[in-house]
């Protein structure tokens, strides 16, 4: 009996947990989106391409008319299969003074994605987000969304990118990265041609 008790408090408490997590999510989300609201109401715009060079070309092209990344996901669609979509906001104080500018980092390697990373933050640019997608060509990959706001022409951030099919060796690995200052800042879970079914990590320091 005072088994079946455990087992109840320690689903209760999991769900708990996840509840309070899921409740502090949706406070953010709902506090970004009342600082767009606030300044009056929104445009949006879908972009979707199997082609991550086109996407790169549609995020600049939109930012040009005041639009910024909001969220993206690759998968399936009815339209267009295998697809990354890209869903972009615009707000009615948007100012032509500080466009955006996008970098669209693709890559089956892991090491290569790292080194681009870095590369572009140090050229100003900070990481937004992250997906896994099969594209046009029959390859998966890890897909990456930066940005940088104006003119800026250098950033401090160092980014660390971890990858494996083991989420116990994947806990060890983001402990040591902690231990350094790293914070996380993306987490997907995909089949990827990097190594099969991989949880990718990306953290950063600044």
């Known amino acids: 009996m005072s088994r079946l008790i455990n087992r109840c408090s320690i689903g209760t408490s999991l769900v708990h947990r996840f509840v309070s997590i899921a409740v502090v999510w949706t406070m953010l989300a709902a506090s970004a989106t009342s600082v767009y609201a606030a300044n009056g109401q929104l445009d949006y715009r879908i972009l979707a391409t199997a082609k991550t060079s086109t996407m790169e070309q549609e995020l600049n092209s939109a930012a040009q008319s005041g639009y910024r990344f909001s969220k993206v996901m690759g998968g399936k669609t009815a339209n267009g299969g295998q697809e990354v979509v890209i869903a972009m906001q615009k707000s009615a104080s948007s100012s032509a003074d500080n466009v955006s500018s996008y970098k669209l980092l693709a890559t089956t390697r892991t090491s290569t994605m790292q080194k681009e990373l870095q590369q572009w933050a140090d050229a100003g640019y900070e990481y937004l987000d992250q997906t896994v997608f099969e594209t046009a060509f029959g390859g998966k990959e890890v897909l990456v969304i930066m940005e940088r706001r104006g003119l800026k022409p250098t ?12 989420t116990s060796t994947m806990e060890m690995e983001l402990s040591d990265a902690g231990k350094d200052g790293f914070v996380l800042v993306g987490f997907t879970v995909g089949d990827t041609a990097i190594g099969g079914q991989e949880v990718v990590s990306i953290l950063r320091k600044n």
Do not use: I
């Open 155 to 166: 950033s401090t951030s160092q980014y660390r990118l971890l990858a494996t099919s083991k």
